[in-house]
């Protein structure tokens, strides 16, 4: 399986530092993920010979470090021709704009639904390396990173809820909110009546949305939502908290497959900073037939 690498110049500032101080204050490896490199046979190179995270580096020095997986993943490719667009992709990561109906990887609820993980293994061949950074409800379409190492995994999932990784949600929820713009903070827990729902309750983790009315209508609108935590169904239980659950939303709204078979969700933009080159990159996804009919004017 071929491993991803970074390669660090050691600049005049770091001269005399240690390969283990570099990896993690400069490069942001874990601790664990260092232990990882100490036991691979070239997980650490200096100026192309092995190095030990205790040696000490100088101006000029070049530090080859792998970022690859080192267990082959246990996805099971799921066959057939999977509309799921590659938004962006490089050597690190990767964005989709996943469909509805797809789950990011296999779940005991919902053992017979198709995979992000598994149509990617179906696309890239079973050696695909899969994490999921900002997982997608089945029933959510739109924006979603996927790393392609558990390093760069790791360096994007503790920059979510961040200036680091922004996001931006289209929802389409019953009625008007009132006011037309505001911010809900309310915390998050099970709800224990059911196996998979939420619920908003005072000893729950806090959970904070923001939303914006895009569009208002009396029977529907459309709302811009940013999520500034990341709880389970978040952006789905909050807004069925103020009286305004999404179009579709079975779970914590009302069920209408003639109006839209599913949550009226969707991950409409993403901001964030690459791990490994520092580049900001931005994406949007047009909205999903589906939510435009609802919203003509959209």
């Known amino acids: 399986m071929p491993l991803e690498t970074i390669t660090k110049t050691i600049t005049a500032e770091e001269d005399s530092s240690t390969v283990r101080h570099i990896l993690k204050a400069k490069l942001h490896f874990s601790t664990h993920a260092v232990a990882r490199l100490t036991r691979a046979e070239n997980g650490i190179l200096v100026n192309g010979r092995h190095a030990r995270t205790v040696d000490i580096l100088r101006a000029g020095d070049i530090l080859q470090v792998e970022t690859g997986d080192h267990r082959p993943p246990k996805v099971l490719p799921t066959p057939g021709d999977w509309p799921l667009p590659i938004v962006w992709e490089d050597g690190h990561l990767l964005v989709v704009n996943k469909p509805a109906g797809m789950t990011a990887h296999a779940s005991n609820f919902l053992p017979d639904t198709p995979t992000v993980a598994g149509a990617l293994a179906w696309q890239r061949g079973t050696d695909f390396i899969f994490h999921s950074v900002n997982r997608l409800d089945k029933g959510t379409t739109g924006l979603m990173v996927v790393a392609k190492s558990g390093y760069v995994h790791d360096r994007l999932r503790r920059a979510l809820h961040t200036a680091d990784f922004y996001r931006e949600y289209r929802a389409v929820c019953l009625g008007c909110p009132q006011p037309l713009r505001g911010t809900i ?17 005072p000893d729950g983790q806090r959970a904070v949305s923001h939303y914006e009315v895009l569009l208002p209508g009396e029977a529907l609108s ?6 500034q935590t990341g709880r389970t ?18 779970l914590y709204g009302t069920e209408d497959p003639h109006l839209i078979p599913r949550p009226a969700l969707h991950a409409y933009a993403l901001r ?5 080159t520092g580049e900001v990159l931005s994406f949007t996804a047009p909205l999903p037939a589906d939510m435009r009919r609802l919203v003509p004017e959209s």
Do not use: N
């Open 185 to 201: 903070d309310a915390p998050i827990g099970r709800d224990e009546t059911s196996a998979v729902a939420r619920t908003v309750r």
């Open 222 to 227: 459309l709302v811009k939502l940013v999520p």
């Open 233 to 250: 169904h978040q952006l789905r239980v909050h807004m069925a908290s103020i009286g305004h659950p999404l179009a579709g939303d079975w």
């Open 272 to 276: 964030l900073t690459h791990p490994v």
